[in-house]
């Protein structure tokens, strides 16, 4: 299990809380917009724990799509998944819409398909990282 003191851990961890959400939320809107919001944070801090590994720094920002056009001008390689990538504004819209605006619903197939596009991310992160 990664350390919570770095921030791919703080990403493990987040990704663990959007997992037993979408796994008990049975229908329930606000389960579901947690487990997005959850799902969003795991794949930004995964995201800044790969700038910050090669040395790059970065804005404070929960826009996907900048934190990759960061990587991607600095040359980081951020072993994104096309899925990954074309849903970055998806995952940035998840950070704020799903906690602060009244009657938003994130989809469960989205949130399905998303929790298996960042759960194969984050082990093929940690499994570059060993």
């Known amino acids: 299990m990664a350390s919570a003191r770095t921030l791919y851990g703080k990403a493990a961890a987040n990704f663990r809380s959007a997992k037993l959400l979408l796994d008990h939320a049975n ?3 606000e389960q579901l917009n947690l487990a997005g919001y959850h799902l969003q944070q ?3 801090l995964t995201l800044k724990y790969l700038l910050e590994q ?3 720094e970065y804005p404070k920002t929960h826009d996907i799509d900048q934190l990759i056009r ?3 001008e600095r040359g980081v390689d951020l072993r994104l998944s096309e899925y990954l990538t074309d849903h970055a504004e998806m995952f ?3 950070e704020a ?3 602060y605006v009244l009657d938003y619903a994130i989809e ?3 949130l399905e398909r ?3 596009e960042v759960d194969d991310y984050l082990a093929a992160i940690a499994e570059a990282a060993s």
């Open 27 to 29: 229908g329930d809107e």
């Open 42 to 44: 795991a794949l930004e």
């Open 54 to 56: 090669d040395g790059v």
């Open 70 to 72: 960061i990587g991607n």
């Open 92 to 94: 940035s819209m998840w």
């Open 97 to 99: 819409r799903s906690r």
């Open 108 to 110: 469960a197939r989205k």
């Open 114 to 116: 998303a929790l298996s």
